[in-house]
């Protein structure tokens, strides 16, 4: 077997009686980014959620590093290092900034390299460091977005998953955002990345993979993609 | 395929008219002033009507009320403070009517102050206090209420057994009716959308307070009637007995046992509870409490969602293992 | 009985609402903890407080063990009581939504309470030391001994836990996951061990806040549910999920009722409380300290 990042095999997910993903299979290389791209309900966070195991998938398998993820628990995946960042960020809005931060290191081997993860994230985003001591929820929305990214690269991921990371950011926050998100991958983190901007997405993907109704539409490297007629109408066609 | 339904239906409703046939002949066969079954029955139809009461605003509507005890000890108040004064009589339907329309009023007024402001469990914390605050008023109310030793009716004027019987009876199978009637109705609908997503009702039209009031009075409306009934069979209203949470709690937990926001639901978890009340109260009656709290806790780790929940999952298994017992039973006959 | 108290009556009403109030925060905190963690109402936490109400008493009446230092053998007692009780109990029960957490909590009191009247008998019983009738005066205030060890006790359990959740990690985890479950898991957090670990302080807040309560008050099995109760207005008072409003709260609550006994009569306390309780849900249903029950 090859040695992917990640690889799902045919992993089905239900919600009761309603399938979410049918029959999904996809692989990440190591240094790579993923984008899933799709329609609002076409599985794509349903996805994320399977690896990160917060919901249950019905069949199929997940590997990582080619080890089977079955019968893990969520906090055991974090600990492999797959970081999900959710979609509409998720922050604890009572916690400071700080403590925002220090929680993205709860896995108890990331702890030593707390201060200096923290520093890292503070060259990163400078803007967190100004805003320390304040409460999230009084971040603006790319700041949360910001954090919410710094606090999964806490952990040390080798995987880091953002879901929607542009939604409801001005296109001047997003452009920045997709900037760091690159410099994130060169710097050596993967990157899975869920968006519905589809332009954006596909401009620093590698690789990138179309959901409709949960199930793989097309896929092909971005620049391929980019010039397939069949793609421009079902996927670009619809949104313009 | 409709024709099986519909004759799973009419079984439905024969078997109700059954079970209605016999409470009705149960006090011919039985004396009943001296049997101990027609007390089981009669205190199993008070709560529950109480408990269908409560599952209309809790169970159907998820407003979850704690303030049950308030409209019980309100009716019985009013059965009290109008015989004694004169003007009503021994179970006069003037004192029903007045002690149902009391605790209607009074659910009314809380239900415009609260469930117009209060959701989930603050909405439960608010009902708990109006409870509380009527058992302190009770408490003070001097010669109107007649504080702590609580005001004594003239026990003379009982005459049988039967009577109380016959009124629980017809307060519960009133409530039972009114239920189902409300239930199949768009009303039924709007409640159960309430529900499930207030927001998304409201913004179907439905009138989300107006409708969340309706359930709240006819809940409370059934339980001032069984506090009239109460305060005529005790002969004596005092707040540790018709204002005790127990009112409220007793009837919620079998509501709960049952399977809340079920129409079977609350019938079925009432005659459970009592009956398991009753039976170590019997054999153990020192240690009957302890039984009932132990009981409470197994079936809440056990069948979580309630007893009815449980038979509509394992109806299938449940049904087998009937016919094969049934089956064996045949066997061994023959 | 005048209206109008002087001013040393009226200290020394501020003072005794105080020393009352106190023990209604240090149950608040658990049950705020438990319910901000686990969306849990705990009912059962005035009972747990008489449970240790009682074991203390035991503890004097078998091994003359002083009340204070008994803190010492209740404290962990309770914490691995808790911890027993969710992992046993609540963490199955938690899937099965509120209602379900309420019935069981409710069947944990209704069990324990007849527990101890067989045990205990329904007799009114109270923990006698040798400082529990020693007061000292200051001006007109007279102030018990007794009263102001427990109210000092209360305030080191209080600033222990606020410190826990301030400074720690599983403290920051505890807030996290009470504000959302599911992000906590996204980030490496066991939230059944948080809940777990948050049962168990809570848990362990109901044993420090009963043997503050024995060494005041006479008590009996039932008081427990009473306890709950004005628990429950505390944190209403305070602000749900915030540790210093839980204990102002309930300061608050006994300083109402301590005035309104005196102004009114003992026998309206209750009923103001309530009253009090039921305005405040509905005008300020964030507490009555507002922004300030934002922070921990």
Redesign the interface.
Known sequence: MENHLLELRSVDVSYGDAQAVGNFSFYIDKGKIITLVGANGAGKSTILNAISKIIPTSSGEIFFSGMSTAGLKPEDIVKLGICQVPEGRHLFTKLTVLENLELGAYPVHTRPFMKDSIEKAFTLFPILKERINQSSGTLSGGEQQMLAIARALMARPKLLMLDEPSLGLAPKVVSLLFKTIKKLNNDGVTILLVEQNVHQAMEIADYAYVLQTGTCKMDGHCHDLLKNSDFKNTILGIRE | MLRLNQMKVHTKYIAGLIVVIFFVLCPLFLNSERSYFIYFLYTTFIYITIAQGWNLIAGYTGQVSLGQHAFFGLGAYITAITWRAGLTGYFDPLAFLLSGTGALLLAAIVGVVLLSKLRDDYFSLGTLGIGEILRVAALNGGSFTEGAAGISLNSTAYKSMNHYYYTALFIMLFTLVVIVLLIRSRVGLALIAIREDETAASANGIPVLRYKILAFSIGAFVTGLCGSLNAYYIFHVHPPGVLSLNWVVIPVLMCILGGAGTFMGPILGAFVLSIAFELTSIWMPEIHPIFSGAFIVLVTLFMPSGIMYYITNHKSMIMRRLRLTVFKWMNQKA | MSYFPSLAVFFQIIINGTFLGTMYGVAAIGLSLIFGCMQV?FIAQGTMMILAAYSVFWLVYFMSIDPLISILIIIPVFLVLGWIMYKG?FQ??S???????L??A??????????M??IWSPNIRSVKTSYSTSAFQIGDITISVSRLIVTVVAGIATCLVYLFLKKT?TG??I??VS??R?????????PNRVSAITFAIGIAMAGVAGVATCLIYPFDPYFG?LFS?KA?IAI?FGGLGSVGGALLGGIILGILESLSSYTI?P??A??IA??A??LV??FR?QGLLGKAA??V
């Open positions: 109402l109990m199955r029960v899937q099965a939504g509120p209602s379900s957490t019935l069981l409710f069947g944990l009191m209704v069990f324990m309470e007849s527990m009247l067989f990690m920051k985890a807030r996290g504000e959302d599911v992000t906590g898991m996204l980030l490496g957090i066991n549910f109760l429950l209403a009569s026998g309206w209750d009923a309530y009253a309780f039921i849900l509905i249903p934002d922070k």
